[in-house]
């Protein structure tokens, strides 16, 4: 069983940045591969970034250039880092995990993960 907690969500002005974190407990969260997802109002939840166990990332095209994702597995925690926000990124992030069978696979679909956490709220103002 993993549970994540995420934080750093917030209000931001267009154009600055956040910092996500998602600390996760409860297994060996070195192997379990990695995601964040974004839900806006009214529409569905989609891929923000993922990672494997050994760091290797994905992007979705509307983030690109301007997301990071890393995990500091001393620390059981992952990280989105987010710069030149808009209007667009507004929404609930999630961060997830996946089960232990899929160390090392890029996750990309909602139900390659097992694991969710509760949501944090962004707010980017125009």
């Known amino acids: 069983q993993v549970q994540l907690v995420e934080s750093g969500g917030g209000l931001v002005q267009a154009g600055g940045s956040l910092r996500l974190s998602c600390a996760a407990s409860g297994s060996i969260f070195s192997i379990n591969s990695m995601g964040w997802y974004r839900q806006a109002p009214g529409k569905q939840r989609e891929l923000v970034a993922a990672?494997?166990?050994?760091?290797?990332?994905n992007y979705a095209d509307s983030v690109k250039g301007r997301v990071t994702m890393s995990r500091d597995n001393a620390k059981d925690t992952v990280y989105l880092e987010m710069n030149s926000l808009n209007a667009e990124d507004t929404g609930v992030y999630y961060c997830a995990a996946a089960p232990w069978y899929r160390s090392g696979y890029q996750c990309e679909l909602m139900g390659e993960y097992e694991y969710w956490g509760q949501g944090t709220q962004v707010t980017v103002s125009s």
């Open positions: 990672i494997t166990s050994s760091g290797s990332t």
